[in-house]
């Protein structure tokens, strides 16, 4: 599987330069050109509305729109101008281009109002007036899709909340690696086993994690499928966030029998009677409870990693006129995409959305500094996320550099801490797993720099999921690298189980609890 051979639809032709394949639609980049500049005379603005009067009739091209935007140069098919890496090759052009079309006709997952109440919340953690947690599955999939995974998953990070919220004094916006998080940058193209050589697998939405010729080949209706699953998933999201199931006054309710009982457990009921105490008072004061603590905002996020997926929800927002990735209300680009003149980078810097980027300690300053200014020219509060993952040690050492580089150069960002994704390593036992004193420490790094740095930790960002897993071993519930294989059902990356999640709860909530005090 090439890293940067892309995917081409039925119209466009591949372009090797370099050994880069680039796709090229028929519309080439010369008619593009000259659309672009008609966008800045009158005629081609006459030209440039009926398209976008089209944009949401059932046949257009939306690789064809140049939407009007704050970058002349952009259009929702500029990016397959430049190289594309993690992206699988699709024997079928024509499969890929009608289900790309039928994506096309399909009603956004997200509306951009909501986009930008987020990035009023990304804004506020980043000025250390909020806090921001995401969680969720290193990769959904089809196997694990089930209402009660999303309920589990939704329920723990409810109680994560309370504990940030409660216990840290700050609100805490709950961000889902959920509806959408399904394609997965690869280290290597390829998996041998036995001798036996095939691709990697990339994920639910691109090819099947069986260990066969057929399953491994990239099936373009995955998009499709995923669509409808992120849908459903949402759905159901919005339904516990809203229907009463997040009401403040259920927070004892959330527990799960598997926690009750251990010291995290105990931790946390201790809290949930506290917040019921807390809640009398307020209706003891005459506060409306019941309809002031009802319900929760929940937003998904994903890193935007199939170029063909993203490309299809990019859609204009009728409100400010600009264009939104619908697929989910924040998309971050991963570590290994992020380069500046890359396909990924181009879609970012487009679309409105709040975006997330990962670094490493691999990043050097002039870079860091150009890729702030690529995604967030104006460099507005909220729009840019830096999720750092170095791994425990390392982080200390590195991240005093990039704030520096970040506040020397006078740029906006939110800092969250990914303290998963360095930190990953082969148990005795075979498995891909973390361990748990190690994300501790990756985190409690994250914290002291910031305090040593006089600066903001605006996050965390985790792989976890409510079930009783073993995929990550230590934590309070003592998972060993002996008994990983009791219940190891991730498809990519380890991740921490309810237990484990909550525990780092109460670590994040005692720093944000340690900075408030001292503020
Ligand atoms: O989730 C992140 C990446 O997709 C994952 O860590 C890559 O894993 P690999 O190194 O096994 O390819
Ligand atoms: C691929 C991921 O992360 P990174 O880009 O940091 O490797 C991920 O978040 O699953
Ligand atoms: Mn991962």
Redesign the pocket.
Known sequence: MASAGASGANNSRRLSMGGVTLNMTRMGVATRRACLTARSGSPGKSMMQSVDDDAWLPNFRADQVPFETAHEDWSTSSWREKQQLQQPTYLDEDALQAATDELRRMPPLVFAGEARTLTEEVARAGRGEGFLLFGGD??ESFLEFSADNIRDTFRVMCQMGVVLNYGGGLPTTKIG?MAG?FA??RSADTETIDGVELPSYRGDIINGPEFTEEARIPDPQRLVKCYYQSAATLNLLRAFANGGYAALGRTGSWEMDFVKGTSQGQMYTDLASRVDQALEFMAACGVDVENTASSTSFWTAH?A?LLEYEGAFIRKDSTSGLPYGTSAHLL??????RQLDGAHMEIMRGIANPIGV?V?NKIEDQELVDLCNCLNPENREGRLTL?T?MGAGLLKKELPRLINVVRDAGLNVTWVA?P??GNTETSSSGYKTRRFDNIRQELEEFFEVHEAEVSVPGGI?L?MTGRNVTECTGGGVGVTDENLNENYVTH??PRLNNQQALELAFVVAGYLRKRRNAA
């Not at 971050?332 to 995409?337: A, D, N």
């Open positions: 290193c990769a690696r998080q997965k940058p890193e990693c971050w680009v991963g570590e290994r995409t990962k490493s999720i993952r990914d998963m994704h960002h792989e990519c990356d």
